[in-house]
């Protein structure tokens, strides 16, 4: 579903009969100044500064992920505390339950994210996971954005074969990074970032908050 923040009917929405929400207009020009502000001050890492990543995301540019600060965290988690999300995680985004790493994100000319499904694979981490994945947040605070520039998330259905066996992925929606718009969908799922486009404005970096809603095994 993909609708306006102020059209949305936050009583009626399940995750369970709707996978992927889009949620235009939902930061306000006041939210998109502020993220902006902090991901001024934030300390950086590019893509190629961050091995096991770039082993799984191999030929993605060199796109780059900020650490966010403490009043930064509860200003975005307050916001997103939508009934929808406790309603299919079993627990709201500000609980002691819910395990949220969040971070900011910039792309630019050249920046995508190959396909993939969000489950935590061992590759990615040095760790064993002690939680999993249940929806995958995204939050994008760039000035504008234009339909030439790329940047889109793509988001997958698996086709299955008589027996349930994966067989391929077919396209089921195409969504923009419009600035001030909240993205969710249950996860596992597949979804890439398309490359962003030398048509891009000079300097331009999409901009944005990502998280996953997790659960502990
Ligand atoms: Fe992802």
Excluded at 23 to 32: A, I, N, R
Excluded at 127 to 156: C, K, M, N, T
């Amino acid at each position: 579903m993909k609708v306006l923040f102020k059209d949305f009917n936050q009583e009626a929405f399940s995750f369970d009969k709707d996978p992927v929400l889009v949620l235009e207009e939902f930061w306000t020009p006041e939210d998109q100044t502020f993220f902006q502000n902090a991901m001024n001050e934030a300390t950086w890492k590019r893509l190629a500064d961050m091995p096991a990543v770039s082993r799984a995301f191999p030929n993605c540019g060199n796109w780059s992920k900020g650490d966010i600060g403490h009043q930064e965290r509860e200003r975005f988690l307050n916001k997103i505390n939508l009934p929808c999300i406790a309603d299919y995680t079993g627990c709201p985004p500000d609980s002691k339950q819910a395990h949220l790493n969040l971070n900011y994100f910039s792309y630019q000319v050249g920046d995508c994210l190959s396909i993939h499904d969000d489950t935590i694979k061992t590759d990615e981490t040095s760790q064993q996971p002690s939680s999993i994945r249940r929806l995958a947040i995204a939050a994008f605070f760039h000035d504008e954005w234009d339909v030439d520039w790329g940047g889109e998330s793509i988001v997958y259905n698996e086709a299955m074969d008589e027996k349930g066996k994966q067989t391929t992925v077919e396209i089921s929606e195409c969504i923009a990074p419009e600035p001030r718009s909240l993205v969710m969908f249950t996860v596992p799922r597949f979804h890439r970032i398309c490359r962003i486009d030398p048509r891009a404005t000079e300097g331009y970096r999409q901009l944005s908050i990502e998280t996953w809603f997790m659960t502990g095994l």
